[in-house]
């Protein structure tokens, strides 16, 4: 079975800094992308920022330069570090990543996506 789970988040004055962190459990055989995604209330779930295996990321144009994903596979770990926060990224985070778990007859099984249950960041004005 494999867990997704988020912690990190927290109510931050504007302008703040947080680290959000990603830890999946479980029988894992393999980890390709890793990414964070956020809900405000009354809007759909958007994507903040992705990394791939090799380490290489991708950023919603709001998150540029403000936001660093990174990862660490040898912990099946994914983080991000928010700065200069503002009260738009006020949102529950969500952690997704694309997992293959392992399986003890054949090895690995199919790769799905799985999702961490959120953790809520605050950003006051």
């Known amino acids: 079975q494999v867990q997704v789970v988020e912690s990190g988040g927290d109510a931050v004055p504007a302008g703040g800094s947080l680290t959000l962190s990603c830890v999946v459990l479980?029988?894992?055989?393999?980890?390709?992308?890793m990414g964070w995604y956020r809900q405000a209330p009354g809007k759909q779930r958007e994507l903040v920022a992705e990394i791939t295996r090799k380490g290489t990321p991708t950023y919603e144009d709001s998150a540029r330069g403000r936001f660093t994903i990174s990862r660490d596979n040898t912990k099946n770990l994914v983080t991000l570090q928010m700065n200069s926060l503002k009260p738009e990224d006020t949102a529950v985070y969500y952690c997704?990543?694309?997992?293959?778990?392992?399986?003890?007859?054949?090895?690995?099984?199919?790769?799905?996506?799985?999702w961490g249950q959120g953790t809520q960041v605050t950003v006051s004005s």
């Open positions: 479980g029988s894992i055989y393999r980890i390709d992308s």
């Open positions: 997704k990543a694309a997992v293959t778990p392992a399986d003890p007859h054949s090895g690995a099984g199919w790769e799905n996506d799985y």
